[in-house]
């Protein structure tokens, strides 16, 4: 099988395409032939070992993928041969065949395809556990997105229109903006043009509700700012690859909620649901992941560098197909 191989830490460009021996599954495994995985930001950050964890090299990267299983290990119920399933993983989608704990995988619906199946796993359920169980957003509330051209930001778009939110969408591009409007964002600042505290104060003159940030750094002050008193403020990542340092008396002055957002803090019955919902708007239609690009396994490193380099608009893909 060929895999992207990470033979040492390094810029996107020390990835090589070559064989990769897959071993047979174990107990509680499932193996899978990989049609389409997704390039998401922390396969960078692992690749340079930037991350807060650190995977060992060599290691195939790739954090989420869509396939066909074919293989099914001893103990494993609820899983065929020939099932098409999605499934998110440290590392290792980025290879024709992946071997994972069964637990990892989940079967895709009728009426989802793999490539919407691969797009999802990680941006829409982050931003739909952020928006439904962290920032707790109601219809008719504003939400202010930060990275709204990235993947976790564009899904932060499309499902805060979904709930019913009034989205203001912040960008760094006309392009990106242009896409999020296209998803329904009600307001769009390219924070690149001027100060993004004036902005936001001049498109919400009554504060925020929520904010939603996967990007950190400068936007982050700004954003928090904006907020209306007893507003929350979602902390989901630093795709600027700057942590930002809050004055802590912008909270106690207007009693913000700042929360850190992670799975598995999210109730287990909260989970289920929110999990629920958003498989029925992607089953329905209502909610379709933004492709920006699609590589082919060849190219996985210029895949890796438009994520790192900031140019995504929505997903970025490798077709292993």
Not at 37 to 42: D, M, R, T
Not at 140 to 149: E, I, P, T
Not at 254 to 269: M, S, T
Not at 288 to 303: E, F, K, M, Q, W
Request: hydrophobic share 45%; net charge neutral; aromatic share 4%.
């Amino acid at each position: 099988m060929r895999a992207a191989v990470c033979p040492h830490f390094g810029p996107p460009e020390v990835v090589r395409i070559q064989q990769h021996h897959v071993r047979r599954t174990q107990r509680g495994e499932v193996g899978v032939r990989v049609s389409v995985a997704a390039v998401n930001f922390p396969d960078v950050l692992l690749i340079a070992n930037s991350y807060q964890v650190s995977v060992p090299p060599p290691f195939v990267p790739g954090s989420e993928f869509a396939g066909v299983v074919d293989e099914i290990g001893s103990g494993v119920e609820g899983f065929a041969v020939g099932d098409l399933v999605s499934g998110t993983v440290m590392v290792g989608a980025f290879a024709q065949r992946i071997v994972v704990d069964a637990a990892s995988v989940a079967l895709v619906p009728d009426g989802v395809d793999a490539v919407t199946a691969a797009a999802s796993g990680v941006a829409h359920r982050t931003a739909y556990h952020a928006l439904r169980s962290s920032a707790r957003l109601s219809p008719g509330q504003d939400v202010v997105v930060l990275g709204a051209g990235g993947g976790v930001g564009l899904a932060a778009v499309q499902l805060g229109v979904a709930l019913g939110a009034r989205v203001t969408a912040v960008a760094s591009s006309a392009e990106k903006l242009a896409v999020a409007a296209h998803h329904g964002a009600h307001r769009t600042i390219n924070h690149r043009d001027g100060e993004l505290r004036a902005a936001l104060r001049a498109a919400l003159p009554g504060g925020a509700d929520a904010v939603i940030d996967p990007v950190g750094g400068d936007l982050s002050e700004p954003a928090l700012r904006s907020l209306r008193r007893g507003g929350r403020f979602v902390t989901v990542g630093y795709a600027s690859g700057v942590i930002p340092r809050i004055p802590l008396n912008l909270v106690l002055v207007k009693g913000l909620h700042v929360l850190g957002f992670q799975f598995q803090d999210i109730a287990a019955d909260e989970f289920a649901r929110n999990e629920g919902e958003l498989r029925e708007m992607l089953v329905d239609g209502r909610i379709r992941p933004h492709i920006g690009a699609v590589y082919s396994l060849d190219d996985t490193a210029n895949a890796l560098r438009h994520v790192g380099e900031g140019r995504a608009i929505g997903k970025v893909l490798i077709d292993l197909s």
